[in-house]
């Protein structure tokens, strides 16, 4: 079964910010993440094809989500739609789906 992705925008909080200390992996499909919606829905998702092959803190790129769990609805995550990265319950980034 193909998985389907989105193109989506990332601005990582810097470290001060309450952001990450390391860069985060774009491209190697290792950072797997959460985004949290304004509707208060959690979509986990794994980053790859990223602009930059590490995210530094305080800096932006972006990526392919691919949605990665077969049954999840991740029908609210369309073009322009914006959320919270979460690493737990941190907020360590925000975002916007750009295609």
């Known amino acids: 079964m193909e998985q389907k ?15 990450r200390i390391t860069p985060a992996d774009l491209r190697a499909g290792i950072y797997r993440p959460h985004f949290r919606l304004d ?12 602009s930059t092959a590490l995210a530094l803190p305080g800096t932006s790129a972006s990526a392919g989500a691919v949605l990665i769990y077969p049954g999840v609805d991740y029908s609210a995550l ?12 941190r907020i360590v980034a925000t975002g916007e789906a750009i295609s």
Not at 39 to 50: F, P, R
């Open 5 to 19: 992705s989105i193109r989506v925008k990332i601005r990582f909080r810097s470290e001060d910010a309450g952001g």
């Open 39 to 50: 509707k208060g829905g959690y979509l986990g998702v794994v980053l790859i094809n990223g």
């Open 78 to 89: 369309k073009t322009g739609v914006l959320f919270d990265v979460l690493e737990g319950a």
